[in-house]
């Protein structure tokens, strides 16, 4: 398992969070923890207009990602997350945060890291069916500010100069 140690000396933002979730949220990130799959990840994208690209779902917007699977970099799985949940292509900038992400359920919890990139869009067209099968993302948009009901509004703001 990695530690935040190590970006500590990079020009990278670290920080730690913890979120409540149910039974079934600790579960999913044990599962994938066990298959040494401890890593997440997702992108502020910017356009040539400085539009950012968030996602809705599940009553709140936040910026495209997902897990990382097996045999993936953290760089390729960050560009296939944004390609899957909005239809955008993106080339990859840097690394600009790690969160060390702990979920708990009140009684067990599970941590998990978060890297947060840049991104630079190469296509600009939404898909109108945003997300996998199974995914709660009702749409996708281009901002000009970010949004006040957003997760990791904070966070956002803080990278996104």
């Known amino acids: 398992m990695p530690t935040l140690a190590a970006f500590e000396d990079r020009d990278v933002l670290t920080r730690r969070v913890t979120r409540e979730t149910d039974a079934a949220g ?15 990840v997702g992108a502020l994208v910017t356009d ?6 968030f996602v809705y779902e ?9 897990g990382v699977e097996a045999g993936e970099t953290r760089q390729e799985a960050v ?8 239809g955008v292509d993106i080339a990859v900038d840097e690394l ?11 009684n067990r919890g599970a941590t998990f890291f978060f890297g947060t990139y840049r991104g630079t869009a190469e296509s600009m067209c939404l898909d109108s069916d945003p997300g996998l099968d199974g995914e709660a993302i009702e749409t996708v948009a281009w901002r000009g500010s970010v949004p006040t009901d957003c997760l990791d509004e904070q966070l956002i703001r803080r990278i996104r100069n």
């Not at 600790?26 to 997440?40: C, F, Q, T």
């Not at 040539?48 to 690209?53: D, E, N, V």
């Not at 560009?79 to 909005?86: A, C, F, G, L, P």
């Open 26 to 40: 600790v579960n999913g990130v044990r599962a994938r923890a066990d298959r040494d799959l401890n890593w997440a």
């Open 58 to 66: 599940d009553g709140v917007w936040k910026l495209p990602g997902g």
């Open 48 to 53: 040539a207009a400085g539009r950012m690209l």
């Open 79 to 86: 560009r296939r997350e944004v390609r899957e949940e909005t």
């Open 96 to 106: 600009a945060a790690v969160t060390e992400v702990t979920v708990t359920d009140g």
